[in-house]
């Protein structure tokens, strides 16, 4: 005797089910790759400032006087002033570097840094000043991309530049 075996096929009720789960898996896995890429540009914007004044700074000690950095808000534009040496080994040179991907700064109060310059009676660009000696004064920088932060703290001490991220309360330590 031969025995048939009956074929069985899915139902469309679990066809609807398996087809939800896979779009339910793809979905989560787009919304996280999709937020990588703005946090990358948020911290290569964070860098790429902090190498501006790097650079302010490594100028004013090789020639000696104090360089300026400033910030265009109508540009979103940091610019380290053409300088006024005149010395061949250093050519004059304006360095510019824009804010990218829709990235936006605000400045905060040099002695209080929870509170916006803008509120302290000091709005608009943003200026900022490298010392011979090492040292640099001007406001933190908050930029902002999409949903993500960061924080860029000025020493006053020391002239170190930190990046900071906020905590998990949207917090920023130092």
């Known amino acids: 005797m031969i025995k048939r075996y009956k074929k069985r096929y899915f139902s469309l009720l679990e ?103 803008a509120e302290t009676g000091n709005p608009g660009d943003a200026t900022f000043t490298c010392f011979p000696d090492g040292l640099i004064s001007g406001p933190d920088i908050e930029l902002k991309l999409r949903k993500h932060r960061l924080k860029m703290h000025i020493s006053p001490l020391t002239g170190a530049i930190r990046i900071i991220q906020p905590d998990s309360d949207g917090e920023y330590k130092l």
């Not at 939800?20 to 793809?26: D, N, T």
């Not at 979905?27 to 703005?38: A, D, E, F, K, N």
């Not at 914007?45 to 302010?56: C, G, P, T, W």
């Not at 000696?64 to 061949?88: K, N, P, R």
């Open 15 to 117: 066809l609807i089910v398996v087809i939800a789960i896979i779009m339910l898996v793809a979905g989560i896995t787009v919304s996280q790759v999709g937020r990588l890429p703005s946090f990358a540009s948020l911290e290569n914007n964070a860098f790429q400032v902090k190498a501006l004044f790097i650079a302010a700074g490594l100028r004013a000690t090789s020639t000696g006087t104090a360089q300026t950095i400033t910030y265009s808000t109508t540009s979103h534009t940091f610019t380290l002033d053409e300088m006024t040496v005149d010395d061949e080994a250093m050519p004059n040179k304006i360095i510019e570097f824009s804010l990218t991907n829709g990235a936006q700064a605000t400045f905060y109060a040099i002695n209080d840094s929870t509170i916006p310059a």
